[in-house]
């Protein structure tokens, strides 16, 4: 089946620790996305990608990196410079990042900080 | 300042009546409209899009609307059922840029009552 897999569904990070977040596509889409999402808040873009090796920032980029050197892969990196990452993050891919078309998102990954 | 609200944090509604949720947006210029599904602890689902040229689409029993007068979206569920309970979220693109500009409201939670 495709579609987009996160992982870990939920994970536990003391202060001070970076973690990354997984995120696979089998879509063969160009374009994939990095949200957080807060509880009583809309879906923030922490990072997007349209293409292999290129990436972009989005509103609330700081304290956070991302790599893209596979098409199927995009994953995110949660660093100690992020002073509130306790959220649920969720990627989610686009046939191509300028036309109008749905976002797929996978199932989530929710991050608490200890 | 620009702002996209989804002016309902809830909406408690009986089984086979209409559901309407509103998406009201300041200061942008829409290219299209996104409506999303997203159930407890899952990523959003896509449901429909509509351009700024449209004034209606319809899917099965989902209907939305677009008004750029009154800078408005509403989402229709018809004979609205209890499997329909979930949070709906609206998302707009405005012109130009790629979808990593796509702006999400914070979300209705709908519940169908049997």
């Known amino acids: 089946d495709g579609g987009i897999t996160q992982s870990p569904k939920y994970l536990f990070r003391k202060e001070g620790q970076n973690v990354t977040l997984s995120c696979e596509q089998n879509?063969?889409?160009?374009?994939m996305y990095w949200y957080r999402q807060d509880p009583g808040q809309g879906l923030r873009l922490i990072y997007y990608?349209?293409?292999?090796?290129?990436?972009q920032k989005g509103d609330i980029a700081e304290g956070y990196s991302v790599s893209r050197e596979k098409k199927e892969s995009f994953p995110l990196t949660v660093t100690s410079a992020q002073k509130n990452p306790t959220a649920f993050y969720l990627c989610?891919?686009?046939?191509?990042?300028?036309?109008?078309?749905?976002?797929?998102f996978g199932e989530g990954s929710r991050l608490t900080v200890l | 300042s620009q702002k996209i609200e989804q002016n309902s944090e809830a909406l408690n509604i009986q089984e086979g009546k209409t559901a309407t949720l509103t998406c009201n947006y300041t200061?942008?210029?829409?290219?299209?409209l996104q409506w999303y599904r997203q159930d407890p602890g899952r990523g959003p689902v896509f449901l429909l899009l509509?351009?700024?040229?449209?004034k209606e689409k319809r899917k099965e029993r989902l209907k939305v609307t677009f008004d750029t007068t009154l800078k408005q979206s509403l989402f229709h569920i018809t004979a609205s059922q209890p499997a329909d309970s979930a949070t709906y979220l609206c998302?707009?693109?405005?012109?130009?840029?790629?979808?990593?500009?796509?702006?999400f409201g914070k979300g209705t939670k709908l519940s169908v009552k049997p």
């Open positions: 989610a891919s686009s046939i191509d990042g300028r036309a109008a078309g749905e976002l797929f």
């Open positions: 879509l063969n889409h160009d374009a």
């Open positions: 990608s349209q293409i292999v090796n290129d990436f």
């Open positions: 200061n942008y210029s829409p290219a299209y």
């Open positions: 509509i351009r700024e040229n449209e």
């Open positions: 998302a707009l693109k405005n012109y130009g840029g790629s979808q990593g500009n796509l702006i």
